[in-house]
């Protein structure tokens, strides 16, 4: 790509006010893009492009608009690689993380097309002679996918696909550091031939283009995945003038290891979990609450896996835990880290960055973290876990529902019995029984509970809860 990175705002690539440079989180003196950002008179007309859009979209058969996505989908599936890359340079995750990812979004966007194959409505019987009653799912309007960085290609797919496949036109802000994908993405949609104006994008600062995407009279509902500081901001900002909001937020997820487990495969996943994508995941395992006799065996497999895991350049094949993003994650990672040592925590492995450019942390094992401590409360974003001790699987549940965050939560035992019970009392959105906190798969509900969400969920068929309302239709005889 050469140029600017530019807004895409009713089928036009639209520059903006003022031109910033994106740099490689593992090279940060390497430019990877030059971004042309918009302000909030270019945002404000990307919702009314899609204002103005919508109604021949609402209109277009939803199998019409499936088979746009299913073209964009085979379109992106021939530039995985290159898309991935991309993704690597600007984000920090390694290749192979960044070419799956991009296999996600295209495997996302099929199964959308799918959705619109299937049934959009219900009949009901009536109460009244030679009446047909029916329902039907119907799009909202303009949808704002407001969208973070760590997952630059997935998080759009479930919602962008999703929302145009039921019909709704979208306004896209992704977030500041990844323009690069964004684009790709776009230009998939592009060239599988979706109308002017259905899907626009726009880049720009979220201090100069987020407050209007939030409120703007023609919004009509926001779907929003990021920190809870923010998400909470856009939902004070948008409910009152009565937009659907949709928030995915932060997490603190624990993984439970009881004395019963296999303990290399507990520890492999939990590595896993903790570190890959360098902890830069919203369902990165941070917590590793493990029964009392099995601390040490379960400690040093960890310890293993953490001191010999490759971290370094994320486009090297050998490399199995990137830089973080940004050199502004890497203050506040290491700044947990410190605080876990003035809090009394005992560091197992890694504590530190590489030496050298790039934004790298080695993978970070601590025991004895208090409770209390903000590296026990608080998402660290990063390769850190923390280990601790329960005497009992009732104690180790009980830490582990210990946190205002209800993402996603790992247990680790050969006890069938105890697995139903753990996912019966875990409160966290998603619970898996012996594999990582991290990794879903697309046609199942994900979300959280209690303050990871505002309560809806997203992929598989529950994303159409949330892109569509009901209508009801009384349809009797003419006399
Ligand atoms: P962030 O909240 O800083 O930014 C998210 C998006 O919001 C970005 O596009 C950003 O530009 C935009 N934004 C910021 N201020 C805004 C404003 N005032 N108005 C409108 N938009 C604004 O989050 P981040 O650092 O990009 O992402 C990391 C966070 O995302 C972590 O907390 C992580 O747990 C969370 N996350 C959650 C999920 C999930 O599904 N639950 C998935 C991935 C990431």
């Given at each position: 790509m050469t140029g600017a990175l530019r807004s895409y705002v009713d089928g036009v690539w639209r520059d903006g006010v003022r031109t910033v440079v994106r740099t490689d989180?593992?090279?940060?003196?390497?430019?990877?893009a030059e971004v042309s950002l918009a302000d909030a008179v270019l945002a404000s007309a990307a919702v009314l492009a899609a204002r103005k859009a919508f109604a021949s979209w609402r209109a277009t058969p939803a199998p019409a608009r499936g088979e746009i996505l299913r073209r964009a989908a085979d379109l992106m599936e021939h530039q995985v690689e290159n898309i991935g890359r991309d993704l690597t340079r600007e984000e920090g995750k390694t290749i192979g993380e960044a070419i799956g990812e991009t296999r996600r979004a295209v495997a996302i966007l099929r199964y959308y097309a799918g959705q619109t194959?299937?049934?959009?409505g219900e009949t009901y019987p009536s109460a009244t002679p030679d009446f047909l009653l029916y329902t039907k799912r119907e799009a909202l309007g303009v949808v704002v996918a407001i969208t973070p960085w760590n997952f630059p290609i997935a998080i759009p797919a479930w919602k962008i696909a999703p929302a145009l496949a039921y019909g709704n036109a979208v306004v896209w802000k992704p977030?500041?550091?990844?323009p690069l994908t964004a684009v790709h993405f776009v230009q998939a949609l592009i060239e599988a031939?979706?109308?002017?104006?259905?899907l626009n994008l726009v880049l720009g600062s979220s201090a100069d283009v987020g407050n209007v995407l939030v409120t703007?009279?023609?919004?009509d509902a926001i779907t929003f995945t990021g920190s809870n500081a923010v998400g909470r901001a856009v939902q004070r900002a948008a409910i009152p003038l009565g937009k659907k909001v949709q928030l995915e937020l932060g997490g603190k997820n624990p993984a439970v290891v009881l004395a019963d487990a296999d303990l290399d495969h507990a520890a492999e996943q939990v590595a896993r979990g903790a570190f890959?994508?360098?902890?830069?995941?919203?369902?990165?395992?941070s917590r590793v609450i493990v029964e009392r006799s099995a601390v040490a065996g379960l400690s040093e497999r960890l310890a293993e896996r953490a001191r010999s895991w490759k971290v370094g350049d994320?486009?090297?094949?050998?490399?199995i835990v990137g830089p973080l993003v940004s050199d502004e994650r890497l203050k506040s990672v290491l700044s947990y880290i410190e605080v876990a040592k003035a809090d009394g925590g005992r560091l197992v492995a890694g504590g530190g960055r590489l030496d050298g450019e790039g934004h790298f942390v080695r993978p970070t094992i601590f025991t004895?973290?208090?409770?209390?401590s903000r590296a026990s409360r608080?998402?660290?974003?990063?390769p850190v876990a923390l280990v601790v001790p329960a005497e009992s699987g009732a104690e180790a549940l009980a830490i582990a529902n210990d946190t205002p965050f209800g993402l996603v939560a790992s247990l680790f035992t050969r006890d069938l019995g105890r697995a139903l019970a753990f996912a019966r009392d875990m409160r966290a959105g998603v619970v898996k029984i012996n594999q990582e906190t991290a990794g879903l798969e697309l046609q199942l509900p994900f979300g959280g509970t209690k303050d990871s969400s505002s309560g809806s969920r997203e992929q598989g068929k529950a994303a159409r809860e949330f892109f569509t309302e009901w209508k009801t239709i009384y349809l009797g005889p003419p006399g």
């Open positions: 989180p593992a090279h940060p003196s390497t430019v990877v194959l299937e049934p959009d977030a500041e550091l990844v031939g979706l109308p002017e104006g259905v703007h009279p023609d919004v890959l994508s360098a902890g830069q995941k919203c369902t990165a395992t994320p486009l090297a094949p050998d490399t004895d973290v208090p409770a209390a608080e998402e660290i974003f990063g």
